[in-house]
């Protein structure tokens, strides 16, 4: 049990499986004048948790380590220099912040001020903590990075994740056709549902001839991919002339071989992209919380989750991830 001056909160003092997750009492620090305390109320799953969990991030963890990008919740305390927001707002985290730094993971979690911002009434607590990492990883990659207009095509694949399902919905309301893989059959339908034009099962058709077929020969102009690995020579066979490959992910453990004909006989663009290009730049972030922001409010955009689990499941809630069943956004509550 926690008490005024500690907090529990999920760490792990050594990278690994799920299992290295222990939930800890821990000192609660002092506010810098820039911070925020948060009562948090859920949590929401990234797959960057669980490549930070595993040492397999972009970031190295300092041991012992705590973790997580999203929560949702209530201001409970703000630095002297606080001004966005203020004591009993209704918040949630947006990732842009180091892991090494700071995590959410916890009953009470700590963050930068300008990582806090409110959402929209019409969502819940659980529902608050799934919107900025997947919504505004689809915005910048589709609309500012890869530029998708209305009556393009763009090609998502592992399209059931969070991430995934966000893509769906901003390309549709863009007015994009959307074709969206996945591996299995058992999640074709729940795809279609969440508004993909077409969806591909890679495991019983091919990638490429299948895109052509459904564009009439011409291809996908946007491909969004956190793959990468052999999938990436299938894309550049599925791109229009002159398109874009954003890559966003390493869920493939094998060699990714770079497809020189295809590239150069197409003119294709193959971009490597990271949130943080988006949420690290005050302008940019300030327009794509707006767009999602507004999308929300107005029920265009809607979250999907997919499964809650309790705070003391938080192991089970990292291995469930990683089995790859999920339809949507993971939730822990608090």
Known sequence: MSTDKTIRK?????????????????????????????????????RAEVAFRAGQYLETPELPSELGYEASGIVEAIGSDVKNVKVGDKVSTIPSFSMTKYGVYGEKAIVPAHAVTTYPDNLNSKEGTSIWMQYLTAYGALVEVGNLNKGQTVLLTAASSSVGIAAIQIAKSIGATVIATTRKSDKKQDLLDAGADHVIVTDDEDLAERTM???????????????????????????????????????????TNFPFTDVLSKQLTIRGYVLFEITTNPERLKKARDFVYDKLASGELKPLIDKTFDFENIVEAHEYMESNQQKGKIVVTV
């Open 10 to 46: 999920v760490r792990f003092h050594s990278t690994g499986k799920a299992n290295v997750l222990k939930i800890e009492n821990v000192p609660l620090k002092e506010l810098d004048k820039n911070e925020v305390l948060i009562k948090v109320q859920a949590i929401g799953l990234n």
């Open 213 to 255: 077929e459904i564009t009439d020969g011409k291809g996908a102009n946007l491909l969004f991919d956190p793959i990468t690995g052999p999938i990436v020579n299938e894309l550049t066979k599925a791109a229009a002339q002159g398109g874009m490959i954003i890559e966003y992910g390493m869920l493939s453990s094998k060699e």
